[in-house]
């Protein structure tokens, strides 16, 4: 997914930009809006230290660690980080890897999701998991805010700059708690875990209605 010092290597889902909010601002943003999307996911306890398991088990799916953990019957050509012919079918890493709560939990569960690569645009096309931990998900468009920043990979560091960012939302004229920001937000990382923090570019999301998209673009003079 990059280097030590964030260069990033792999696609992302692609996107439409429908603001950048100008300057001046405490905490800066931008208004995406995503076509449907496809991930593998993996629920997990929410007391859970052990980060890596949820995302070996996703790795695993796609062929990181060895051969791919699903029921493909086609070799692909791999760009990154695979190059080689396997079992199953190894596909290619993509970004970011997306945390957020389980809602269907009431245990404080979590959820970590890897977006699939733009040529499985079908549930059909989708290679199906050996490992029955890992699910095969269907995200419908979207649109959503986005705040970038580098750091640390800490709760307590997606936490803070999740309510810096409903502060600035409110502060634009949002009706946004930072309660309902903590609960709703997704923790987007783009890097592997030996970048350094300053070069990570880490990202919080926080979907938006069709409304509060007009509210924003309105204040901004962008309908």
């Given at each position: 997914?990059?280097?030590?010092?964030?260069?990033e290597?792999?696609?992302?889902?692609?996107?439409?930009?429908?603001?950048?909010?100008?300057?001046?601002?405490?905490?800066?943003?931008?208004?995406?809006?995503?076509g449907?999307?496809?991930?593998?996911?993996v629920?997990?306890?929410?007391?859970?230290?052990?980060?890596?398991?949820?995302?070996?088990?996703?790795?695993?799916?796609?062929?990181?660690?060895?051969?791919?953990?699903?029921?493909?019957?086609?070799?692909?050509?791999?760009t990154?980080?695979?190059?080689?012919?396997?079992?199953?079918?190894?596909?290619?890493?993509?970004?970011?890897?997306?945390?957020?709560?389980?809602?269907?939990?009431?245990?404080?569960?979590?959820?970590m999701?890897?977006?699939?690569?733009?040529?499985?645009?079908?549930?059909?096309?989708?290679?199906?998991?050996?490992?029955?931990?890992?699910?095969?998900?269907?995200?419908?468009?979207q649109?959503?805010?986005?705040?970038?920043?580098?750091?640390?990979?800490?709760?307590?560091l997606?936490?803070?700059?999740?309510?810096?960012?409903?502060?600035?939302?409110?502060?634009?004229?949002?009706?946004?708690?930072?309660?309902?920001?903590l609960?709703?937000?997704?923790?987007?990382?783009?890097?592997?875990?030996?970048?350094?923090?300053?070069?990570?570019?880490?990202?919080?999301?926080?979907?938006?209605?069709?409304?509060?998209?007009?509210?924003?673009?309105?204040?901004?003079?962008l309908?």
């Amino acid at each position: 997914m990059g280097s030590v010092f964030g260069k990033e290597t792999v696609l992302e889902p692609a996107f439409k930009t429908l603001l950048e909010r100008p300057l001046p601002a405490q905490t800066s943003y931008q208004i995406r809006e995503y076509g449907t999307r496809f991930v593998a996911e993996v629920d997990y306890a929410g007391g859970d230290k052990n980060t890596g398991s949820p995302f070996r088990a996703l790795a695993k799916y796609i062929g990181v660690f060895g051969e791919a953990q699903n029921e493909g019957t086609e070799s692909m050509a791999m760009t990154a980080p695979v190059a080689m012919e396997r079992k199953g079918t190894p596909m290619a890493m993509t970004a970011p890897v997306a945390m957020e709560k389980n809602a269907d939990s009431s245990a404080g569960g979590k959820r970590m999701k890897f977006f699939l690569p733009a040529e499985y645009d079908s549930l059909e096309k989708i290679p199906k998991p050996t490992n029955p931990a890992v699910k095969i998900a269907e995200i419908p468009p979207q649109v959503g805010v986005v705040h970038r920043y580098s750091g640390s990979l800490t709760e307590e560091l997606h936490d803070e700059k999740a309510r810096a960012l409903s502060a600035q939302l409110r502060e634009d004229g949002l009706e946004v708690t930072d309660e309902q920001a903590l609960e709703r937000y997704q923790f987007w990382g783009y890097n592997p875990p030996f970048t350094v923090p300053m070069f990570r570019r880490n990202e919080v999301w926080l979907e938006l209605t069709a409304e509060e998209v007009g509210i924003l673009r309105k204040k901004f003079d962008l309908n």
